[in-house]
C-alpha cells in the first residue's frame, strides 16, 4: 500500500506542477499547500518560484499576485472585481516559505498585502467583501482569508490579524450558517438583504471547515477559540450525516439527485482527519474521512487529475472538470490520512 500511496502522492503533484496556468491566482493557493505538506524539494522548489512570481505580481495597492482585475462572471453575477480576500489564499503557502526562509521580502509583502485586507470594503458588522460590486460575503473565504490572517498573527506576533482571522469567520458564520441544518450558504448580500446563491453546496461548506480546523490549530488558545471549535463541530456533524455510503459528498448536500463531487468530498476528509487528530470530534469522523478520501483517490487517472469537480463559481448548474484546488485538497488530506494509507 505504500508504495501505491507514494504513487498517487506523485502523480498528483505533478499534476499541479505541469499545469501552471496564470488564470484564476486564487485557485492555486491550497494546491501550493498541499504540494509543501510532503516537502519533496522539487515541489518546495515550484512553490517558491510562484511565490516569487505573486511577489513580483504584487501591486502598488497590495493585492499579491496583481490579482485586481474583472472576472467575466457566471452564476449570480455579471461581474467580479475581487477584494484583497480574493488573493489571499496565497498568504498561507507564502508565509511557510518565509518560516522556512526567513527572507525579509516575503515577510513584508505579507504584511503589504494583509494592510489592503483589513482596509478593505466591509460589512455593517466587519466582514470583509469578496467582490467589490456588492457588500457580500462568501464562504469560500473563511479557508482563502482567515488562515492566512490567523498565520500572520502567529509569525508577527500582531493580536490584530490573530483577532480578525477568528472575526472574519464568525461573521461569515453568523450569515451564512444555517443554525438548523447546521449547513453554510454559499452567498450572502447585506443590501438588499438576500441570499444570491443560496443552496449548501459540498465545497461551500468544504471551505469552511478546512478553514476552522487550520485557524484552530495554528491558534487554539484564542480567545475565540471554544466558539470556533463548536462551530467546527456543529457542521462537520452535519457533513457526516450527508456523507454518501460510497464516501462521496453530493454537489449539493441536500439534493439526492446532484451529482457526486470531488473537491468537497476532499476537504471534508481533510478537515475530519485533522478535527479526529486534533481531539475536537471522535475518533469515528477518521473512519469517515478516509472512505470519503479513498473514493475520490479511486477516481484519480494516471495523468494525476482529480476529476469530477465543480468548477468555479459552484453552486448548482456549473460544469464539472479538473481544478487546482482539488489537487491541493487530495494532498492535504492525504498527510493527514497517511498512518492509515501507507499501511
Not at 490549530?217 to 477559540?225: L, Q, Y
Amino acid at each position: 500500500m505504500s508504495s501505491e500511496f507514494d504513487g498517487l502522492i506523485g502523480r498528483v503533484s505533478r499534476y499541479i506542477i505541469d499545469h501552471p496556468d496564470d488564470r484564476d491566482w486564487w485557485e492555486r493557493g491550497p494546491a501550493l499547500v498541499g504540494l509543501q505538506r510532503f516537502e519533496d524539494p522539487e515541489a518546495n522548489r515550484v512553490v517558491e518560484r510562484w511565490i516569487d512570481r505573486a511577489v513580483a505580481r504584487q501591486s502598488s495597492a497590495g493585492y499579491l499576485a496583481n490579482d485586481e482585475r474583472d472576472y467575466l462572471g457566471s452564476g449570480h453575477v455579471r461581474v467580479f472585481t475581487p477584494s484583497p480576500a480574493n488573493a489571499s489564499s496565497f498568504g498561507v503557502a507564502l508565509l511557510n516559505v518565509y518560516r522556512r526562509t526567513r527572507e525579509q521580502r516575503l515577510l513584508d509583502a505579507a504584511l503589504l498585502h494583509a494592510e489592503a485586507l483589513l482596509a478593505a470594503k466591509r460589512t455593517r458588522d466587519g466582514g470583509i467583501v469578496a467582490r467589490l460590486e456588492a457588500p457580500e460575503l462568501w464562504i469560500d473565504f473563511a479557508y482563502l482569508m482567515a488562515p492566512f490572517l490567523t498565520l500572520l498573527g502567529c509569525v508577527t506576533g500582531r493580536a490584530e490579524f490573530l483577532d480578525e482571522g477568528a472575526r472574519q469567520i464568525e461573521v461569515m458564520a453568523k450569515h451564512l450558517v444555517d443554525p438548523h441544518q447546521n449547513l453554510a450558504r454559499h452567498v450572502w448580500c447585506e443590501t438588499p438583504d438576500h441570499y444570491p446563491q443560496s443552496t449548501f453546496w459540498a465545497r461551500g461548506n468544504g471551505w469552511l471547515v478546512a478553514g476552522l480546523v487550520d485557524v484552530i490549530e495554528m491558534k487554539p488558545d484564542h480567545a475565540a477559540a471554544d466558539r470556533l471549535c463548536e462551530l467546527l463541530r456543529r457542521v462537520l456533524t452535519s457533513l457526516h450525516e450527508r456523507q454518501d455510503r460510497s464516501g462521496y459528498l453530493r454537489h449539493v448536500l441536500d439534493d439526492p439527485f446532484a451529482p457526486f463531487e470531488s473537491s468537497g468530498t476532499l476537504q471534508y476528509a481533510y478537515a475530519a482527519a485533522a478535527a479526529a487528530r486534533l481531539g475536537l470530534v471522535e475518533s469515528g469522523f477518521r473512519d469517515s474521512a478516509i472512505r470519503a478520501f479513498r473514493v475520490v483517490a479511486d477516481s484519480v487517472g494516471a495523468d494525476g487529475g482529480v476529476p469530477a469537480v465543480a468548477l468555479p463559481p459552484g453552486g448548482p448548474g456549473v460544469p464539472f472538470g479538473k481544478a487546482p484546488f482539488a489537487q491541493g485538497f487530495l494532498l492535504l488530506a492525504a498527510f493527514e490520512l497517511q498512518a492509515e494509507l501507507r499501511r
